[in-house]
Nanobody, 114 residues
Framework: QVQLVESGGGSVQPGGSLRLSCAAS????????MGWYRQAPGKERELVAS???????NYADSVKGRFTISRVNGKNTMYLQMNSLKPEDTAVYYC????????WGQGTLVTVSS
């Protein structure tokens, strides 16, 4: 029943920053653990950051120290602040639940290149 819409992607230089947003509708997401995933061409979709309903965060080693996941439950919204972006961060980014994945949205494309 939850529908997810990602936004905020774009093209950025290495070292730049972007903030991705995930808007949920159809049902509140405040009680669910949530995550940001990414998928590059020819690669498997991977979880890069997660946040529990209580606010505990976890990050893949590849993004630790550079990305920050957050949520605003009152707005049914989740964010991914991405700093010090690298070319290897180039991918389509998706949000979803982490324990009971629902239908994937369209994602938002992040391209990091000189």
């Amino acid at each position: 029943q939850v529908q997810l819409v990602e936004s905020g992607g774009g093209s950025v230089q290495p070292g730049g920053s972007l903030r991705l947003s995930c808007a949920a509708s159809g049902r509140t997401i405040s009680t669910y653990g949530m995550g940001w995933y990414r998928q590059a061409p020819g690669k498997e979709r991977e979880l890069v950051a997660s946040i529990t309903s209580g606010g505990t965060t976890n990050y893949a080693d590849s993004v630790k120290g550079r990305f920050t996941i957050s949520r605003v439950n009152g707005k049914n919204t989740m964010y991914l602040q991405m700093n010090s972006l690298k070319p290897e961060d180039t991918a389509v980014y998706y949000c979803n639940l982490i324990y009971n994945v629902v239908l994937w949205g369209q994602g938002t494309l992040v391209t990091v290149s000189s």
